[in-house]
């Protein structure tokens, strides 16, 4: 059976024997995910920015980072599979990867329901659909869940300060505020996925609040107190990861975005 990516490349199921696949992930999220279909014994290579699960990824060696990654390293992993992602990942270094990775996933998910194809299409490649239908089915539970809950909102969510930074409507972290009714404020000038942005009258008319991440930029409790005596607007601290990271992860992201 074949399976496809999200450039709509087919992919089909490892074979059965004594090789067993040699994957390099350059994706945190997806990094953990493999971890939790039980495939954490297959992983040759990750990036510093692949932290979870801890105890697990320490002893997989590092390749770089998600955007410049060490080519040579790789090679002499002699990996079977490579797995990127559209947004973090650079397109020449995954096409200099290709020249010698026989197998290349690509993963693009926007949308929170883009998880169950994601754990259906590696639990498909590798063999693990039981333990993919698992997440599956704690995935729909919590979005059910999560449906139930919704107060419409307006909020800016921060990645970025020095220059100031924010997401667009067609982001995942956008997609996943929206489960509850919240709007993320969209830049009216810029185009671009993570706009830069000031803090102007016309923006904080538009707003009911602002939403701090912990990644990629370090915000604290500090910036929030600093902001709030600034804008005069509610300002909240949230993980990051929560709202960021598909995958496993994202099934907790749902429980997270309850507490909201």
Known sequence: MELFDAIGQPHTRIASGPAT???????????????????AQYIVGRTGFCIHPDAIVKTIAKIGGTKDVNIEKIRRLAPSHLIVNIDENEKPTVDLLSEFIPHV????????????????LLGGIFGVEKRA?????????????????????????CIWKDPWMTISADTYIANMLGLIGWKTWVSPTSQ???PIFEWDDAL???????LLSSEPYRFTAQHV???????ARPVRLVDGEMLSWYGSRAILGLHYLRQF
Request: one cysteine or more; hydrophobic letters at 40%.
């Open 105 to 120: 996933i690509v993963t693009h998910p926007i949308a929170p329901s883009d998880n169950l194809a994601l754990y259906r």
């Open 133 to 157: 239908e698992e997440l599956c089915a704690a995935f729909e539970t919590a979005y059910l869940q999560l449906l139930s809950v919704s107060t419409p909102k307006t909020m800016l969510y």
């Open 225 to 231: 107190q600093q902001l709030e005596q600034k804008i």
């Open 204 to 210: 904080l008319s538009q707003i009911d609040g602002v």
């Open 192 to 194: 671009q996925r993570y």
């Open 21 to 39: 696949p040699r994957i390099v992930s350059l994706v945190p999220s997806i990094t953990e995910l493999l971890c939790d279909l039980g495939l």
